[in-house]
């Protein structure tokens, strides 16, 4: 089945990652395998709602054009997922790829055990079955460092060797990324903490309010870094960051400097795939209205390839198989007013201050971008389209310069824009039904292009 079918919801992407119903969260294992990418995500198959916590899964053999597939993992009654299949990996383990997961049994306490699930036929390039161990491979967090958050293992190789990371937290509110050796999948030896929140680079990057890093995941640049991707716990899911540093031996993370991962408030969990010539990312974006009588929630962001600037900040653009999203013509190739289709690919480039507005209100209100390239400022302006919490205006900052490129994939309800290739901005709009979705760019030397997305033909 086709991601791009229809939606019955007009707020409901049609061309990213998400179930034909009910709810969603994290990506999970974001894999390659016999040509093709699976990704997995946190799913309930029976309810809109965060409980009952399975692995969903599609494919795609090229980033653009997704098929489902039936559910990866199930909650094993009795077993030490039985109250719930949580974030995790997904590896190649000897020619068998092997999803790496939470478990959560039904007597928890809030600390997640680390379980395994194997592809029942190494050979089906599809991955439609796996096989969970009946035992967990770690069954809670190490003694002595006092852990009450334990969970979404994270395997990866350095220096010739497979290691993981966990996520946790600490009883005084300290988080903290904690290794594992693990070269033998069914034997994981405790190896110290990778970084806790005392780092001071971490602590000006994030500040002190996690209390729990979550989804911690790692990828090595061309020229030997390492960014190590966070999701920030504050008791609920808060915002995500990234530390960009250097893997001592040990290993050790040394960080050198770090940030916001992305600027909006409906991004969170993030997953990596490394490829050899390339990382690629997914997140979460969960909804930020009410619940009402929706029969989904949640959906992922389009794939985003992640690097590192030589100053250390990220560099994050859009994979450039999204490309074949375009229709075969664009709809504006320059400044003005044009009608925006419900699904779009819009790149401006400013050369002095610029507004962007992309929705307008019967009241006269406008879901504005403005650009400053002088300032070196993106501002997403969403007064007239109010939101649980704020509807105060995101910010965010890159170099300042002659001029300022953006690309806005907008996709239903979910909005993605990319700030040159610094920074990005994820938000949930919701249009009613009186709202006008129109494109007005006004700016001084300003170049525009836009392209409405349609479904994807095979090859």
């Not at 990866?156 to 990371?165: D, E, P, Q, W, Y």
Request: proline letters at 10%; glycine letters at 12%; charged letters at 20%.
């Amino acid at each position: 089945m086709s991601l791009a079918a229809p939606p019955q919801d007009p707020h409901a992407p049609r061309f990213r990652v998400r179930p034909p119903a009910h709810w969603m969260n994290d990506p999970n294992g974001p894999f390659r395998w016999r040509g093709r990418y699976h990704l997995f995500y946190q799913h309930n198959p029976d309810a809109p709602v965060h409980a009952n916590v399975h692995w969903g899964h599609a494919s795609s053999a090229d980033l653009a054009h997704w098929e489902h597939h039936p559910i990866a993992l199930t909650p094993t009654p009795g077993g030490p997922d039985e109250a719930g299949c949580w974030s995790g990996c997904t590896v190649d383990d000897g020619g068998v790829p092997t999803a790496v997961y939470t478990g959560v049994d039904r007597h928890h306490t809030g600390l997640g055990t680390i379980c395994l699930a194997r592809a029942a036929d190494p050979d089906d390039p599809l991955l439609t079955a796996w096989v969970p161990s009946a035992a967990p491979v770690v069954a809670g967090p190490p003694e002595g460092l006092d852990v009450v958050m334990f969970r979404d293992p994270f395997v990866f190789r350095h220096a010739g060797r497979r290691r993981a990371l966990v996520g946790a937290g600490h009883a005084d509110g300290t988080p903290s990324v904690l290794l594992y050796d693990c070269d033998d999948l069914t034997d994981w030896r405790f190896a110290g903490v990778l970084l806790d929140g005392r780092d001071p680079v971490a602590r000006a990057a994030f500040g002190d309010r996690a209390t729990g890093w979550e989804c911690p995941q790692l990828y090595a640049t061309g020229d030997g870094r390492w960014v190590l991707v966070l999701s920030l716990w504050d008791g609920h899911p808060w915002t995500t960051g990234y530390l960009t540093g250097r893997l001592d031996a040990g290993p050790r993370f040394v960080a050198h400097t770090g940030g916001r991962l992305d600027h909006g408030r409906d991004f969170y969990a993030p997953a990596v795939l490394q490829e050899p010539g390339r990382a690629l990312l997914w997140g979460w974006s969960w909804e930020a209205r009410e619940r009402g009588d929706a029969d989904w929630a949640g959906v992922l962001t389009a794939p985003r390839v992640v690097d590192v600037h030589p100053d250390g900040a990220l560099r994050v653009t859009p994979a450039p198989e999204l490309d074949r999203l375009r229709a075969a013509g664009p709809f504006v190739t320059a400044p003005g007013r044009a009608a925006l289709p419900a699904a779009y690919d819009l790149t401006v480039t400013a050369r002095g201050a610029t507004t962007v507005s992309l929705l307008r209100s019967a009241s006269g209100a406008e879901l504005t971008v403005r650009l400053d390239p002088g300032t070196g400022t993106v501002t997403l302006d969403r007064a007239g389209w109010p939101r649980p919490g704020t509807g105060a205006p995101v910010v965010a900052r890159v170099p300042p310069g002659g001029e300022l490129t953006v690309r806005v994939l907008v996709d239903g309800s979910l909005y993605e824009l990319f700030a040159g290739d610094r920074a990005t901005i994820t938000e949930r709009v919701y249009q009613r039904a009186d709202d006008i979705r129109e494109l007005d760019v006004t700016g001084p030397g300003v170049a525009v292009s836009g392209w409405e997305l349609v479904p994807p033909t095979r090859g």
